[in-house]
């Protein structure tokens, strides 16, 4: 999704700068890219369609603003590309959010000239206003943030000065002896320095041989309160990896022993869970598929009921929340917004926050109560793999501490581990059935119990890698509707963990394999994988309750062959982005 990156400092070098630091961000996802900085009396914008490329004429500046861009509203286009500039060129202007009242706004702008379809050029327009009318670049800023609706993070330049404020969306700023960078992804400031600012929400940064920070509301002066972390610049390499999706998957079996460290957090939120009068999960994708997950896990291993709610859609449930509710929000970026915004609403109502998330610092952890780091190492590809890893299996654990029975919870992730080792080393048989199944329309995905919310994953990974339409189904729906879809030949994944869903998951298999289904079984229950119902059978050792964990890396390998299979770059998949901090 959109990435900001700024620099303002003594470098003459702040474009090469920011080039490097968009680079940094571009594993979010974007379709155009920019950057400007001053040059005589106004600005020179280069934009560009697609990706970024390898090298870039950088010219001598000690001020840049970049910015990468993820189309939401407008096409894809060198125009609706960021930076974008008033009418004399003299302010640039980089945002992500979306302005919600933005027609309303430019309706007021009838003398101005417009060179894109956006609602972030009008934000600009509106400041050079403000601006020509003699007021500083920060109060100009300031009045016209606070006449923007919706969640935006606005970064605005006069040449001399850089200043930025936000509601929702992140801003950090990095300082270091030589000067300033401003950007949305932490990450990406760490290169350069470890010495960060999170800017809050309402808040404004002015950047220039010096920093002043600002209440946006009464241009109030505030502290800034710098904080220096500890975390290594996570721009990970692909060291021998063809992509980073295949790099992450493997790194799968070190992800889990990394979450048996520690067991601090399992046990601190496990007590909250039992103290709370009511708990609520809440994540996005495949968060969500680890959420509901918890659910079918807390009822199995420890018999506590726990509720599960899709991020965009808590909102419109949260009525039962009260001052003693416990909600449990999960995700890699910790940035989705639909669980940002939910997440604010209950803490507004006194809700108790714990949230387990991959990135310190991030929004969803600052918001917290009580935070755990996921501590998978930073998820490039857009595909969430290592992260899905790293989730369920605290939610294994949070499960068989709540039972009471914590170290069944180690040995069964440790023993998954190892399985999924196992996996690994036989990823070549996977790599065969992608070829043969990779021109397939349609493929189907079917689970019960704890299978369930692996059949949802499973096919969210085929579909977002592959474009294959892929749909994961509690297998005891097929009769209900969807083994209408059944065709000669169509693949159907078939989860059988040697668990109580064995017997009616082989009933399924049978329904699909008579209607000509290519039936693919992915587990292990005795002989089972002798059976003529299956067309391919890719055996995997029961970890009891974790069965999950070594099941799912079957389905993350086949939805990395099926893009590799057929010429799609699997770590960044059409209109995707890593981060989506839009509703
Ligand atoms: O950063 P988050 O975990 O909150 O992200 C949630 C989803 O956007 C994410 O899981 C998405 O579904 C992935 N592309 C799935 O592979």
Redesign the pocket.
Known sequence: MCGIFGYIGKSKDAPKKVFNGLIDIEYRGYDSWGIAYPEKDSFKIVKKVGFLPKSFDFPSANLALGHTRWATHGGVNEANAHPHSDCSEKLVLIHNGIVENYLELKRKLKKHKFKSETDSEVIVHLIEDEYKGKLSLKEAVANVFKRLEGLNAVVVSDGLEIVACKTGSPLVVGKNSDGFIIASDPNAILPQTNNLLFIEDGQMVSLSSSLEYYEIADLKKLEPKFIEVAWEHSSATLAQYPHFMLKEIFEQPQVLYNQIQDLESIKKIAGQINKAYGTYFI??????FACLLGVYLFSKVARKHVNFSI?SEFNYTEDFLTDKSLLIA???????ID?VEPVNAAKRKGVQIVTIS?TLGSSLYRLADTKMLLQAGPEKA????K??MAMVANIILLGFALADKLAQGVSIIEKSAKEIEKVLAKSEEISKLALIIKDSEHMYILGRGLSYPLALESA??IK?TSYIHAEGFASGELKHGALALIEKGTPVIVYVPDDETKGAVMANAMEVKARGAFVIGVGFADGVEENPVFDFFFKVADCGASSILPHVVFAQLLGYYLAVQKGLNPDK?RN?A???VVR
């Open positions: 994540g996005c994708g495949t968060a969500g991020g999960i995700s890699q970026s910790g940035e989705t669980v991959n857009v595909a969430s793999t992260a899905f969210l990974k977002e998949p995707l890593k981060s989506v």
